[in-house]
């Protein structure tokens, strides 16, 4: 009996202890639209509400992650399975010792008791390690974006899910909003060090002139000297700070009550968001836009010879009357034309959002950008998705109908992104987004549901969908 009730105890406890601790824009799904095959549509989020929550490290609050004891042992059946039969043991052990039939040897009660131990230590090993294998693949494979303010809990809870890099809306008229000597790098220091602290690399996309450089932030900083002379301006001085050597990581980045973290300097730089589709550039240009890239890198690559230059994330498939009206191209075709006026030269990485209604669209479309990279002799260049999502609503095009439906595309999509990783070139893939943006505010879409997390507020905890533990298996981290 004794036996009996020890294994109860241990396989309980580990368990316990290990969950302790702009305008609303419209998309739409256009299987006309570009790729031609039945690929799709999508976009980010609007470029205001990717600012929003508060930013006060004073007033954040530690995570209470995850579904508690209760939560974990419902939620797996192997869990369920072996406490129903070590219950089971503990009672038929309880009505043999009360009983006027027991055996007089206590050989039977013995063998029950061992029986329960066996059935139990499973649990044991699965309690106290809930992080699952993470699956092959390139380091930095794992990426998420926010949509809300980075806060301390987010942090903490990405990496311990196994998020590698955090892709970081950079906005240049938010770090420069009155001229082009002043700088303001107060928010983008506070998210690149909660990411630092807790092992996370970060990619930035680097977009949105301030008013007195363009009079636009959809402008390209490439129609007079004087734009082009402050873009490169911007461009020196936020290597400078967050590059090899950057000024920031001689700064006390670390917060105190942390162990201390290792610098992170930024090697890849992506410049600019959607270039294909009108939200992000006005007027949607192949040639302003090589025009930017052969600035960007050359300016980037005098500082940091070995710095990555990645090609803004391409939507996938704008609608096709967005197409007709010339405010937009199919990822593959705005592709094409970066190669045919030579900007082939000017990055290393592609980058694709391959937003569509499931994987095999996915996969359709991905082939087709892959197509014309090969027909353009770089074939070997590889290839990182900045954005993709599914929701867990019903009525956008990008929802799957319930939470359930959501992690099931979350297991599909990543098994392709893995099988095929290989054939693809695949270096990382980013999640859009990491919670909920609240309905309350206006935002893309699909915004409202493709989160790993339902929506709230940042001083309560993290509500994890079921997607967010189907992400974790492939990840490796514990949910």
């Known amino acids: 009996m004794l036996a009996v009730v020890l294994a109860v105890f241990f396989a309980g406890l580990p368990t316990m202890q290990a969950v302790a601790g702009p305008a609303n824009v419209q998309y739409g799904y256009e299987p006309t639209s570009g790729a031609g095959d039945g690929s799709s549509s999508g976009s980010s989020a609007s470029t205001k509400d990717l600012d929003g ?13 995850s579904p508690g004891f209760f939560g974990i042992i419902t939620g797996s059946k192997l869990l369920l399975l072996a406490l129903v039969l070590v219950v089971v043991a503990v009672g038929w052990l309880a009505w043999r010792r009360f009983s006027a039939g027991s055996d007089s040897s206590g050989m039977i009660p013995r063998l ?69 000597s002043e700088f303001d790098w107060t928010r983008l220091d506070r998210i690149i060090g909660l990411a630092a602290r807790n092992g996370i690399s970060v990619l930035p996309f680097l977009y949105a002139p301030p008013n007195w450089s363009t009079g636009a932030f959809t402008k390209l900083p490439v129609k007079t000297s004087a734009q082009r002379r402050d873009w490169k301006i911007f ?37 600019w968001n959607e270039v294909n589709f009108f939200y992000f550039a006005t007027p949607v240009s192949s040639k302003n836009y090589v025009s930017l890239l052969k600035s960007s890198s050359k300016t980037i690559k005098a500082m940091d010879p070995k710095a990555k230059i990645m090609l803004s994330g391409l939507y996938g498939s704008p609608p096709k009357k967005t197409v007709k009206a010339g405010k937009g191209f199919a990822a593959s075709e705005f592709l094409r034309q970066v190669y045919k006026r030579g900007g082939k030269k000017y990055f290393d990485i592609a980058a694709v959002h391959p937003y569509t209604p499931g994987t095999k669209t996915t996969k359709s479309l991905l082939t087709k950008f892959r197509k014309v990279m090969a027909k353009n002799r770089d074939k070997k260049a590889p290839l990182s998705i900045t954005e993709v999502g599914w929701g867990s609503g019903k009525d956008g095009f990008l929802d799957m109908g319930s939470e359930k439906a959501q992690a099931k595309q979350v297991k599909s999509a990543y098994n392709y992104f893995l099988k095929d990783r290989k054939k693809l070139r695949l270096k990382s893939v980013y999640w859009f987004v990491w919670q909920d943006y609240p309905r309350s505010r206006s935002a893309c879409n699909f915004c409202y549901t493709t989160g790993w997390f339902k929506a709230g507020t940042w001083d309560q905890p993290l509500k994890p969908k079921p997607a967010w533990r189907a992400f974790t298996k492939f990840s490796g981290g514990k949910p």
Do not use: C
């Open 112 to 180: 029950v008791a061992l029986l329960a131990v066996i059935v139990a230590l499973p649990l044991v090993a699965f309690s106290t390690s809930q992080s699952a294998q993470r699956a092959p693949a390139p380091k930095g494979f794992f990426g998420a974006i926010t949509q809300t303010e980075l806060e301390a809990r987010d942090a903490t809870r990405m990496a311990r899910g196994g998020i590698e890099t955090l892709r970081v809306p950079v906005e240049w008229g938010r770090i420069q909003p009155k001229n082009h």
């Open 235 to 271: 461009l020196r001085a936020i290597v400078a700070r967050y590059g090899p050597g950057g000024e920031y990581w001689e700064t006390d980045y670390v917060d105190p009550y942390t162990e201390t973290a290792r610098a992170r300097p930024i090697r890849t730089w992506q410049i």
């Open 53 to 65: 929550g508060s930013s006060a490290l004073s007033n954040v609050k530690v995570d209470t992650p």
